[in-house]
């Protein structure tokens, strides 16, 4: 998919498309907006569903659930010793798409830095 298609392309999560000037987190599948960032943190955070702002239910994933973050591909968080541990995930958007409470942080990060380089 060629660059300025990517751009153009409707959040993950939300189905919104981009507006002027807004700053996405890129991601395999499709764009991920600052607004489902945002949302997806309290949703792994509080454990309660809601509604994105393209009107798309955000869910928080079951625990053992066998969903992968599309981002890293995981699952569960293994602790230093090699502990398993369950790994809040959210899932959204028209195709089911798969986000982790790591890629999430990692993603307000992102977004954070681009928003104070204005």
């Known amino acids: 998919m060629p660059i300025s298609d990517r751009r153009a392309a409707?959040?993950?999560f939300c189905?919104?498309?981009p507006a002027p000037g807004e700053h996405r987190l890129p991601g395999p599948a499709g764009?991920?907006?600052a607004d489902c960032v945002e949302a997806g943190l309290a949703l792994v955070r509080d454990g309660r569903a809601r509604p994105s702002l393209g009107g798309t239910p955000l869910l928080a994933a079951e625990r053992g659930s066998d969903l992968a973050c599309e981002f890293c591909g995981r699952r569960e968080r293994r602790t230093f010793f090699g502990f398993?541990?369950?790994?809040?995930?959210m899932i959204g958007g028209p195709g089911n798409a798969v986000i982790c409470a790591d890629c999430l942080d990692r993603a307000g990060d992102v977004l954070n830095?681009?928003?104070r380089q204005r």
């Open 84 to 89: 398993r541990r369950p790994l809040a995930r």
């Open 10 to 12: 409707p959040c993950r």
């Open 113 to 115: 830095r681009a928003l």
């Open 15 to 17: 189905g919104r498309s």
């Open 31 to 33: 764009p991920v907006c």
